[in-house]
């Protein structure tokens, strides 16, 4: 719950200057004291017209943080949602409480989360304008008095009806209902601001065609159709003007829990389930949304599959896997080069033994063409041509000896 602190309060509003402008003169300063000034702040507050509102919702029995005894505590109870409506600085688009809402509310990957602050009932414009001077180390404390609620969105387009409709303007109504909170310092499953009495923020805005200039002697030029339908269609831009913001019953109708049906379950995988009533409808639970997209869409998946925490780490083990692999492929190959090469190396001056025994047998050759007969090994040869003489080279003498006669056979050999 927001108590009366300084920069936490100014921090609901765009600037201090218009908050301090929301402030009446006679409750600043000493004045803060007078009986006018005790009057609980409004329950919209016109900052600046057609650009700049407030409005507080009373929340029944919500959650909030209270700090007792140098701590803070979570209780329930009824508080305030303060919710700040904002034209942007265009004109183009409607800001609550710093998020865009119309003329499209994103909801890629996932819908805007609003903080809304909130505060004890019955804070007067005379805590306002303490909290705006405050200067303590305690008013910067923020994280302790706002929520994200879930919420129901809705948009329509309204007729202009009166003498103040105009031709090249139009009207839309957009709505927000807070239906329910999930905070990170919230233990307590409790879901659902279901009380009826709490109100809806309504917001009435208005935008005129932004007309474009034309030049002397330009004409009209349309671009070709495309093969799925026209192309460079010329989309219609608005300067946009608030012109109400009020607080209306509220819509939503909280629906008894119950599990998804086949059909349901393939609908919200294919992301057909997030705008109701042709894109003029959501209900945005932030427990049902992931960071990339609502839970159980094929959007979501491929998201956290694209944005995996341990892509780091796989690419660390693939990469080292890999590497390993074609380290040990080298050192394989250069452990047989290795081994190869000792080989080749137990081989080196083979040239000059080969062409030793080229020589030897070279030499060989030639003594047995040149060279004396030797009938014994012993005796020796010589590779030197046998010089010339007229001496008739003769075998052996005979030995002197005669052979032994024998006798011839009784029976002719050959058959006459």
Not at 22 to 32: D, K, T
Not at 41 to 53: A, R
Not at 176 to 204: C, H, R
Request: hydrophobic content about 35%; glycine content about 6%.
């Amino acid at each position: 719950m927001l108590l009366p602190s300084g920069l936490a309060l100014a921090s609901i509003l765009i600037s201090v200057a218009a908050a301090r402008d929301a402030v009446p003169p006679e409750c600043s300063g000493a004045n803060r004291k007078a009986e006018a000034c005790a009057r609980p702040i409004e329950d919209l507050v016109t900052l600046e017209p057609g650009s700049f509102y407030t409005a507080k919702i009373r929340c029944y029995n919500c959650p909030y943080h209270k700090y007792v005894d140098h701590e803070w505590t979570m209780d329930y109870g009824d508080n305030d949602l303060f919710f700040e409506i904002a034209l942007s600085q265009d004109n183009r688009t409607v800001q609550i409480n710093g998020q865009e809402f119309f003329p499209t509310l994103r909801t890629i990957p996932r819908p805007p989360d609003i903080w809304l602050k909130q505060f004890q009932p019955g804070f007067s414009y005379a805590n306002l304008s303490a909290a705006l001077d405050c200067r303590y180390e305690e008013c910067t404390r923020l994280y302790h008095d706002a929520l994200r609620p879930d919420y129901l969105y809705t948009t329509k387009e309204t007729k202009q009806t009166g003498d103040n409709a105009k031709e090249d303007s139009q009207r839309w109504t957009f709505a927000l209902d807070a239906i329910g909170a999930y905070d990170g310092y919230l233990s307590d499953p409790k879901w659902g601001f279901d009380n009826p009495k709490q109100k809806m923020l309504q917001v009435e805005v208005e935008g005129v065609e932004v007309k474009r200039e034309r030049y002397k002697g330009q004409t009209d030029m349309k671009a070709a159709d495309g093969l799925f339908g026209p192309y460079g269609e010329d989309r219609i831009v608005y300067d946009y003007k608030i012109i109400e913001v009020t607080l209306v019953d509220r819509e939503f109708k909280f629906p008894a829990k119950k599990s998804l049906s086949l059909r349901q379950k393939i609908s919200r995988f294919f992301g057909n389930d997030v705008w109701q009533e042709e894109d003029h409808r959501l209900v945005y639970i932030r427990a049902q949304w992931d960071l990339y997209g609502k839970k159980g869409t094929l959007r979501n998946m491929f998201g956290n599959f694209v944005h995996w925490d341990f892509w780091d780490l796989t690419g660390i083990i693939v990469g080292s896997t890999i590497g390993s692999m074609l380290a040990l492929a080298g050192f394989y190959k250069l452990f047989f080069w290795i081994k190869q090469q000792k080989e080749l190396m137990g081989w080196s001056g083979m040239d000059d033994v080969w062409d030793k025994l080229r020589r030897e047998r070279e030499e060989e050759e030639n003594a047995l063409l040149h060279g004396r007969y030797m009938d014994e090994p012993d005796e020796g040869g010589s590779s030197r041509p046998p010089r010339y003489t007229d001496d008739v080279d003769t075998m052996k003498p005979l030995p002197m000896k005669p052979l032994p006669d024998k006798p011839l056979p009784e029976v002719p050999l050959i058959d006459t």
